[in-house]
């Protein structure tokens, strides 16, 4: 498959959608068997994504999803662009239906035209951990990485290789 139609976000859904029954047998198949080599698996698919995918020519996450904004993020990015954490809360957030700080609007308005983070250095640790590939026991984030497969083109190449690949 050509990667760079994955960067395309209605492709993307589309090729995520048809593949979901698949992904949801996979995982309910490793929350079964619980592997102890998953991590060191994904792990190494996510390694294999990123040298594939490159995350400032898609953006999704940045233009479509809206991180959780926690205090320390705040504080961090109101000290990074000399606001005041009032004042950078009025501007920029909102609080959801969890009760949550996420931004006002998406995209991002952090997201520069050409797809770099102006505050990369001081992003949220929402948009640091993101798409979660790299966590420890990844058998309790498979859902959300299934989720994520319809946003991230590397989350859904990893589900591709990980139904490919045998786990014992």
């Given at each position: 498959m050509d990667v760079k139609?994955?960067?395309?976000k209605e492709f993307l859904e589309q090729m995520a959608q048809k593949a979901t029954p698949e992904n949801k047998k996979l995982i309910k198949k490793l929350k079964a068997k619980k592997p102890k080599q998953l991590d060191f698996i994904i792990?190494?698919?996510?390694?294999?994504?990123?040298?594939?995918?490159d995350c400032l020519e898609c953006a999704n996450c940045c233009k479509s999803l809206g991180p959780r904004i926690l205090q320390k993020d705040i504080e961090r990015l109101g000290k990074?662009?000399?606001m005041?954490?009032?004042?950078?809360?009025?501007?920029?957030?909102r609080v959801d239906?969890?009760?949550?700080?996420?931004?006002?609007?998406?995209?991002?308005?952090?997201l520069a035209p050409?797809?770099?983070?102006?505050?990369?250095?001081?992003?949220?640790?929402?948009?640091?951990?993101y798409p979660h590939t790299t966590e420890k026991k990844?058998?309790?984030?498979?859902?959300?990485?299934q989720k994520n497969c319809s946003t991230c083109p590397a989350v859904y190449f990893i589900f591709e290789k990980l139904k490919k690949t045998e786990i014992k």
């Open positions: 139609k994955l960067y395309n792990h190494n698919l996510d390694t294999g994504a990123f040298s594939q995918i990074f662009l000399g005041k954490s009032n004042d950078f809360i009025s501007t920029y957030l239906e969890d009760n949550d700080y996420v931004f006002k609007e998406m995209p991002c308005p952090f050409d797809n770099y983070c102006l505050v990369y250095e001081q992003r949220p640790k929402a948009c640091r951990e990844m058998l309790k984030h498979l859902n959300l990485m």
